[in-house]
Structures are given as C-alpha cells and as structure tokens.
C-alpha cells in the first residue's frame, strides 16, 4: 500500500479516488477549506490523522480509522460507505455516520447530534456517546459498554442487541422493532413507546410513563425506579423485582411486582392481569 505521512491538506478533494492508501500522522486543515479529502476511495487506513473540514469520507469501501481527532469543524464525516472500523477516534462533528454499512466503533469518544442515521450493521464498544437523534432508523445494532447521554436515541431501529450499556436519554426506542437490552440501566422519560418485540432482561429503568402502547413486551428480572403511569396500552409479559410507583391501563399480559403504589384501570379495553407478590 502506499504511504503518505506527515503532511497537511486543505484543498478540495484532496485524495480523491485513491485506493489502497495509508495516511499516518497528517492534518486536513488550511486556509483553502476544501472538502470531501477521501471521496469514492478504496481500502483506506488512517492513522493519527486531524480532521477539520467536512465531508471527508463520501463513498468510500474498505475504511480504517484509528486514534483520529474529527473536530466540530469535521461535520457529516462519513457517509455512504460500508466495511468500516473506527477506533480509538474522537468523533465531534455534527452527523458524524449516516447511511453506512458495516460498521465497527471501539473505544471512541462521540459528540454529534444526529450521528448514525439509516446505518445498517454497526458494532459499537468500550465507547461513550453523546446526541440527539441518536441511530435514528438504523438496524441490525450490536452494543457492549456503551455509555449514552442525549435525547430521542434509537427511534425506528431494528434487530438490535444492547448489553451492559448505561443510557441516560429521553424518548429512546420509539417504534423499534425487535430490540434486546440486557444488563444495562435506562433513564429517562417516556421509554419505548410504539415500540414491537422489544425484551428487557436483568436491566433497571428509571423515568416518568415508560413502555406505553408497546407490542410483544417482555420484561424480565426487571427493576423501574420512579416509573409511574406505566405499560398504558401496552401488551406485556414481565417479571419485576422492586416496586412500582403506577401501573396504567395495561391491554393484555400479566405483570408480576412486589408491590405498586397504584394501579389504575379506567379503559375498558385494559385486560392486563397485575400480580403482586
């Protein structure tokens, strides 16, 4: 592969087309603000390189980045590309991943709002994120230690699979669609409403009126800690090991809990069994 080390670029387009192409310790920054550095490129490795201008990698195949600094400056950085691994990378330009397909991210540092939209296939670990609008209608998702702070995160995902990740986040999961979270807190408001195979297995929720409207919900070795006006409209099957402050108007299902401040039954249609134990 040929090597480009040590240099700074800032004209437009700078490595257009290139192909099988290692770029080490060199900055993309410059009075002629140029754009689109690695547009239409092919088996790419970067390496300690310094983003500052947009759009540097558009439809690109076969894409390595490791210990790279994409700034604020650095906005919708990777799009239309597919066979990508991010390591070890600050990524802090607004849309940092859209319409990408296979993706790795490992131990990186993310701060951008609307980062990872219609990404199909995205691996994600050891890594901690900050957004709005996070993997908006993305799918096929693999989290592992994942700390998450923002609003609106995961809406319209499917086949995703979250272990061991910490959210703090409003509106998260709405309208996903075959969703497993394990092992992992979830704080917010209004949690995963609309949502369609959606299981929770040894997790702990936190938030006002979670789960509501909800199909094929499970719930299981679950704790919800401030969760009142809970599964309203909601088809559900859980299992719940502390108390619960309300429960509202769950449709079908049974809801097992140690105790519950209030349940309340005003929807003729609510057909929910709630057991305490």
């Known amino acids: 592969m040929e090597l480009i080390q040590n240099n700074v670029f800032d004209e437009e387009r700078a490595l257009y087309g290139k ?23 092919a088996s790419i490795e970067a390496e300690d390189c310094y983003f500052n201008l947009r ?4 439809h ?18 990777l799009w239309y590309s597919d066979g990508v691994c991010i390591k070890d990378t600050k990524m802090h330009g607004i849309k940092a991943l859209r319409e990408c397909a296979d993706v790795t991210v490992e131990n990186c540092d993310i701060i951008s709002p609307e ?7 995205i691996t994600m670990k050891d890594s901690t994120a900050e957004s709005e609008y996070f993997m908006m209608r993305s799918e096929d998702l693999k989290f592992t230690n994942v700390t998450f702070k923002g609003k609106y995160s995961f809406q319209y995902i499917k086949n995703a699979l979250f272990e061991n990740c ?54 299981v070795d679950c704790r919800m800690i401030g969760c ?10 859980a299992t719940l090991t502390a108390p619960v402050d309300s429960i509202k108007n769950p449709y079908s299902g ?4 140690p105790a519950v401040g209030e349940i309340i039954m005003d929807d003729e249609n609510a057909k929910g069994k709630v057991v305490i134990l």
């Not at 690109?60 to 950085?77: P, Q, S, V």
């Open 228 to 237: 009142d006006l809970s599964f309203e409209r909601s088809h559900v099957e």
């Open 60 to 77: 690109d195949h076969g894409l390595k980045i490791t210990r790279g600094h994409m700034t604020e400056l650095c906005r919708a950085a």
């Open 55 to 58: 759009y540097p990698f558009w």
């Open 19 to 41: 192909k099988d192409l290692v770029v080490r310790n060199c900055r993309f920054d410059g009075p002629a603000d140029g754009e689109s550095a690695f547009k239409e490129c």
């Open 166 to 219: 910490n959210f703090d986040t409003k509106d998260a999961f709405w309208h996903g669609e075959n969703i497993l979270v394990r092992n992992s807190v979830v704080k917010g408001e209004y949690l995963a409403w609309y949502a369609d195979g959606l299981t929770f297995e040894n997790c702990t929720i936190i938030g006002t009126q979670p789960l509501c409207y909800c199909k094929n919900l499970k719930l």
């Open 115 to 121: 980062f990872g939209w219609s990404t199909r296939g």
């Open 254 to 257: 049974t809801i097992t809990v």
